[in-house]
């Protein structure tokens, strides 16, 4: 990914760091770290590559669609490690260009181990609220995540997650979030058995 990164013009760095903070959002909000340490290079290999090429049929990604590609298709064939590649472009040569959605990607990483759980992403209509039965529930609900986020990957509108656990785990899930420096919540609705909040930046 290094050798992409030092043939890209300037002005497209940030859009390749996206496009790798992207691939790994849908890597790692889809498959839990538990889910992911059971798989091979190559099982974890083809789902990135499946979403890279995907994305790389798309217009704002232009610049740079065959040496995406290129890159694909030799880090398949060496069975290179494609996961480390995109956490290296993650920071851009210049400052940090990706706050938010790098920070709400780690905070999901947070929920995930603190809880033992999978972060789902469903629609509010679609959410299934008996996933996990024995075990807690949290989902973003959202029709497309990426909606959230601007071209600069700045949060732009409230993101809704909604939980189910025990009073420990619901503890342990307000007390994650509690330590963002980035992020505040307000709690849309709850019960004895659900919280909803609305995740979105501190004042």
């Known amino acids: 990914m290094r050798s992409i990164h030092t043939k890209i013009k300037p002005e497209f760095e940030p859009l390749l760091a996206e496009l790798a903070l992207h691939a790994l959002l849908h890597l790692r909000t889809n498959h839990s770290g538990k ?7 190559s099982d974890v290999n083809d789902i990135l590559s499946a ?9 704002k990604y232009k610049p740079f ?3 995406v590609r290129s890159l694909v298709s030799h880090a398949r064939a060496q069975n290179l490690d494609i996961e480390s590649m995109l956490d290296n472009l ?10 938010h959605l790098d920070s709400f990607l780690l905070l999901v990483n947070m929920l995930e181990k603190e809880l033992n759980t999978t972060v789902l992403v469903s629609s509010p209509e ?3 609220l008996t996933h996990n039965s024995k075990g807690c529930l949290l989902c973003v609900l959202s ?11 700045r ?5 809704s997650m909604l939980f189910r656990g025990t009073h420990g785990e619901r503890h342990s899930f307000l007390r994650t979030i509690y330590s963002s420096s980035l992020f505040d919540h307000k ?3 709850e019960d004895g058995d659900f919280v909803r909040i609305s995740l979105g930046l501190r004042k």
């Not at 949060?155 to 993101?159: F, G, K, R, S, Y």
């Open 51 to 59: 979403w890279l090429n995907k994305a790389a049929n798309s217009k």
């Open 155 to 159: 949060l732009v509108a409230d993101i």
């Open 90 to 99: 993650l920071t851009p040569v210049e400052g940090d260009e990706l706050p």
């Open 65 to 67: 669609k065959k040496k």
């Open 35 to 41: 889910v992911l340490s059971r798989k091979s290079r």
């Open 187 to 189: 709690v849309e609705f």
């Open 143 to 153: 029709q497309d995540l990426n909606a959230h986020f601007n071209n600069r990957n």
């Open 126 to 128: 679609k959410v299934d």
